[in-house]
């Protein structure tokens, strides 16, 4: 379906925190032409749904003047941002080592003090008043230096009158800072009581902060762990035969029709199909299929794929973006860089976080002035550097999207691709699934399923007359033509020789076979041709019960045999049904056979619901009955004809097959065509849910709990003070502790896998 709409992804730097996301996407989406805009910090993307053309310099400019900066995301972003982390982590690393050997010597000289008569006492009389300048020296190398890039940040981002993580941390650690250097300097400016120095304070701040962000960037990057490893999948070169010389070639100098050879323990470079040869293709990290698939001359090969066995030669089909592998990859960062429901409350609450804790640590250093012990100005400043210190919104910002992150990832791994990564929170809340039958609870080709002969007929009458239908049916195309072919190559019975051939329609065939006069078809035929059926009233009736149509079989006029056709339940069917039962579901089938048929595989299958006799153009009409009867609903399809209802419905999931993944109607694909993919995605939608409330309620906890304490609300009670550098060191873990949490998902395992624990 085309849209009036154009949508664009922006690569946006510089952002560290949630109240960067709100200002980034303020600065956006007040530009004419912007309908909507959603900035991941994990990602570090915008992207941007366009109601009209807008410059591209416009939306840059505009996050400039936001503090940040941005340009056009693009394939090649995924190589430069993965450089681009790196060496942030090897400058993070060494900020943080300068800072620490800084800050060592402060904190000993000031800390050690307190604690060890002995050593202040050594400390008076060897230095006197230099050991405070010795600390304002340090401290300040810590400030200019590595704590350079908070004030570089967070004081024009103050004065923009939109404060960030990088504001708090700079009022903070300028006001413990500032106040020390007045007392070593100018102890005369300040009231009676009030001189000490908050030296440590200021360094240690400076230094655990810059532990959070190194340990948090660290951590960070193994969220994208995924796509990395989907990227490597592609070789680089490959091997093309031009006029039987084989030639080594870049991967980007391959064309559609291009030949390549394959060796075994390559990847196979782009996708194709197979000319010559044959091998055993391990599959797994694109279908989540553990065992390596056979493939043989026309079989479609997946690019990125591992060739296990033998050589081949291959055909390429599609390059570039074209490929299942881009897709893929695309598939995942879009649903890695979108924001889930569950995101609305935060953006709204961490938009006015930061505004708001520093209204609390004004109020907070006006009361403790007004009403605090002496020396109150001291206390006033400690409890307010304490309060903006330990309310940085960090891990509120990296809550969600490092589980979307880290669960969309893992179910790229299993052959599970999310288009949208709000799919993740519809898909854990939906209580009903609606199946199509046809080659999604089915194989969706009929199969013989019983070939009853006449009483008095062996074993070898039995495959002479299967020779004999077979043969008579090769030419044709009914479907009861091809299941009697499989079933006659399947049991390698030879098939007889076809002399004549003559269609009856709507009634069945007539043919000679290798000197055999054979009629097949429905009861009406040989009604018509006065050959008595009676040998077989009792598995006839048998039959119908069972949903399934017979069909009979006379050599040379007399009734030899009754055979069945069915579309039978693909494998693995009923193991996935019971798993979604389990799991609390509700299950209907929506189908266009007649209804005895459906009611038996309902039965077989144990379906809740069924809606039979549907036609293509009704199953939406479907999709929205069993909406109104049972409230949101998810469909499961092929993603051909199913494309409307999948659409319908709340959350749609495809069942992908080969490589058919690029299903505009899903929200979710199946790459493997395995419907235990089904019951696997919920568990692992609902894993992913419970760990992102788990950081959500971490997050929320830590300030709620935290900024009270940081604000001295135990010291009329119990006399107890949160110190700055505890707060530092809190706001730190916080931030590590969230995106650890989500990492967990890396190693999830399906409960509904043999010998595996859901974890």
Request: with cysteine; charged share 15%; glycine share 8%.
């Amino acid at each position: 379906m085309k849209s009036e709409t154009q949508e664009l992804d922006l690569q946006i730097e510089g952002m560290t925190c949630a109240s960067c996301v709100a200002h980034v996407e303020r600065a956006l989406g007040k530009v004419t032409g912007v309908a909507s805009v959603s900035v991941n910090l994990t990602t570090e993307r915008a992207h941007l749904t366009l109601a009209e053309a807008v410059p591209l310099d416009t939306l840059v400019k505009q996050v400039e003047q936001a503090g940040y900066s941005a340009k056009l995301a693009s394939v090649k972003d995924d190589q430069e941002t993965a450089e681009r982390r790196e060496q942030e982590l090897l400058d993070l690393s060494l900020q943080f080592r300068v800072a620490l050997i800084l800050t060592l010597p402060v904190f000993v000289m000031e800390m050690g003090s307190h604690l060890i008569p002995a050593l202040h006492h050594w400390l008076m009389a060897n230095l006197g008043q230099w050991n405070w300048i010795i600390q304002a020296l340090l401290t300040t190398l810590v400030m200019l230096g590595p704590g350079r890039v908070f004030y570089l940040k967070g004081l024009p981002a103050l004065l923009r009158l939109a404060p960030d993580m990088n504001s708090l941390v700079a009022i903070g650690s300028l006001a413990a800072w500032g106040y020390s250097l007045v007392a070593t300097f100018l102890p005369q400016a300040l009231p009676a009581g009030t001189l000490n120095v908050y030296f440590e304070a200021a360094a240690v701040i400076v230094t655990l902060i810059l532990l959070g962000r190194l340990l948090e960037a660290r951590a960070r990057g193994r969220t994208s762990d995924a796509i990395a490893q989907l990227v490597k999948l592609q070789p680089h070169t490959a091997t093309r035969i031009i006029n039987g010389q084989q030639q080594t070639v870049g991967i980007d100098q391959i064309q559609p029709g291009d030949l390549l050879l394959v060796r075994p323990g390559e990847r196979i470079p782009l996708d194709g199909t197979l000319t010559q040869g044959g091998s055993f293709i391990d599959e797994s990290m694109m279908t989540g299929e553990p065992m390596p698939v056979s493939k043989t001359t026309g079989d479609e090969l997946i690019g990125g794929t591992l060739n296990t066995t033998g050589s081949f030669e291959y055909r390429v089909t599609k390059t570039g973006g074209d490929t299942m592998l881009a897709q893929i990859i695309q598939l995942v960062e879009a649903a890695q860089g979108s924001k889930l429901p569950i995101q609305a409350l935060v953006d709204q609450i961490t938009r006015w976080f930061v505004p708001a804790v520093m209204l609390v640590a004004l109020l907070t250093f006006v009361v403790w002035m007004l009403f605090g012990p002496q020396p109150a100005l001291a206390f006033a400043l400690v409890n307010a550097v304490a309060v903006l210190i330990i309310a940085c919104p960090c891990a509120m910002g990296l809550a969600t999207p490092t589980s979307i992150m880290v669960g969309t990832g893992r179910a790229a791994s299993l052959g599970l691709l999310f288009r949208r990564g709000a799919a993740l929170q519809s898909l854990a809340e939906v209580k009903t699934i609606a199946f199509d039958k046809t080659g999604t609870l089915t194989l969706g080709q009929p199969q013989l399923t019983d070939f009853i002969v006449a009483p008095g007929m062996s074993q070898n009458d039995k495959r002479d007359l299967l020779a004999l239908a077979a043969a008579a049916e090769e030419h044709s195309e009914h479907p009861i033509a091809q299941a009697l072919i499989e079933a006659a190559r399947q049991e390698n019975i030879a098939l007889g020789q076809l002399q004549s051939f003559e269609a009856i329609p709507g009634y069945g065939l007539t043919a000679q076979v290798s000197g055999v006069q054979l009629h097949i078809g429905a009861d009406r035929l040989f009604t018509k041709l006065g050959i008595d059926l009676s040998v077989f009233s009792a598995a006839a009736q048998q039959l119908a019960e069972q949903g399934k149509t017979p069909i009979y079989i006379a050599r040379n006029q007399q009734a030899a045999a009754v055979m069945a056709l069915a579309d039978t339940i693909k494998p693995g069917t009923e193991t996935a049904l019971a798993a979604l039962h389990k799991l609390g579901f509700k299950i209907a089938m929506i189908t266009g056979d007649n209804r005895r048929t459906a009611e038996v595989i309902a039965k077989q299958l144990q379906i809740d619901v069924v809606i039979a006799e549907v036609l293509p153009d009704q199953k939406v009409a479907a999709v929205k009955q069993l909406r109104k009867d049972h409230g949101a609903i998810a469909y499961v399809g092929d993603g051909i004809n199913d494309a409307p209802a999948l659409a319908e419905a709340d959350l749609g999931l495809a069942i992908g097959t080969g490589t058919d993944i690029a299903i505009e109607s899903a929200d979710l694909i199946l790459v493997s065509g395995d419907i235990q993919g089904v019951p696997k995605s919920i568990a692992l939608a609902r894993a992913t849910m419970r760990n992102i409330k788990q950081n959500l309620f971490w997050a929320f906890a830590y300030n709620v709990a935290l900024i009270p304490m940081a604000a001295g609300i135990a010291y009329p009670t119990f006399g107890m003070l949160l110190s700055p550098m505890l707060a530092a060191g809190a706001m730190a873990l916080s931030s590590v502790f969230v995106v650890t949490n989500a990492l967990r998902l890396r190693n999830w395992q399906s409960p509904f896998d043999d010998n595996k624990e859901h974890s």
